[in-house]
């Protein structure tokens, strides 16, 4: 297990399989009973967080993201004091970069470089993370019904996060083309109501009353896990 700050009130964690394992944890577990996995996040937080900045914090929040070798565990303070403190945005800032350092690793000695290229319109758009003309949300009854749906998606051009409120399952989806006007998300979004229905719920309210299970790209992370 590995862990560093990324600012004075985040600590990133790199929990691999074999640590997984070792607690009796997978990334099913994840979408499973959350005082389990509530437990399981303050045990890493107790190991990491020796000098007690953050245990003796009243409202620490985790956000947790799968890779391939086992999951991303950010962990955030609320410092009241501090009235730049955005830790949502600072994480799905750091995420970002990570994913365009990934891509643009992938795409060297390829012709086409699209990919690369459409990234820096994703990161102009992270300090603004839940502008509502941007984002549409799908509502899935069963995460089966999602698990199709994350199959077939095309998700290069679009930021998801999934939230659970409710006993159901909250894609919520942010497009970086017009969502009225363009052809290409009207079609991404008529697939989606097949698997899903459409709602006025807005990730605002999911981030506050729901429970955050993916961030930036949990239609990758669910087909690279349930494909």
């Known amino acids: 297990m590995e862990m560093e700050h990324i600012n004075k009130n985040t600590i990133r964690v790199l929990i691999n399989n074999d640590d997984l394992s070792a607690r009796g944890i997978t990334i099913l577990d994840l979408l499973g009973d959350h005082q389990q996995i509530e437990d399981f996040f303050y045990s890493i937080l107790r190991e990491v967080d020796t000098d007690h900045q953050f245990q003796d914090n009243d409202t620490v929040t985790f956000q947790v993201m799968p890779t ?128 899903g229905n459409p709602t006025a719920t807005t990730p605002v309210y999911l981030s506050e009353h729901g429970k955050k299970l993916m961030a930036v790209s949990a239609l990758h992370t669910i087909r690279h896990y349930f494909n």
């Open 68 to 195: 391939e070798k086992g999951l991303e565990l950010f962990i955030s303070k609320n410092d009241p004091n501090d009235p730049n403190n955005d830790n949502s945005a600072q994480i799905a800032q750091y995420i970002k970069n990570n994913l365009a350092r990934s891509a643009a690793t992938q795409q060297e000695g390829r012709p086409n470089n699209d990919a690369v290229q459409s990234m820096p319109s994703q990161q102009a758009n992270a300090g603004e993370p839940h502008q509502a003309n941007s984002w549409r949300v799908v509502a899935f009854d069963s995460f089966e019904d999602l698990v199709d749906f994350a199959r077939i998606a095309e998700d290069e051009d679009v930021v998801s996060e999934l939230y659970k409120y409710a006993g159901k399952y909250y894609l919520a989806l942010q497009y970086f083309q017009p969502v009225e006007n363009d052809g290409l998300v009207k079609d991404s979004l008529a697939l989606a109501y097949e698997y």
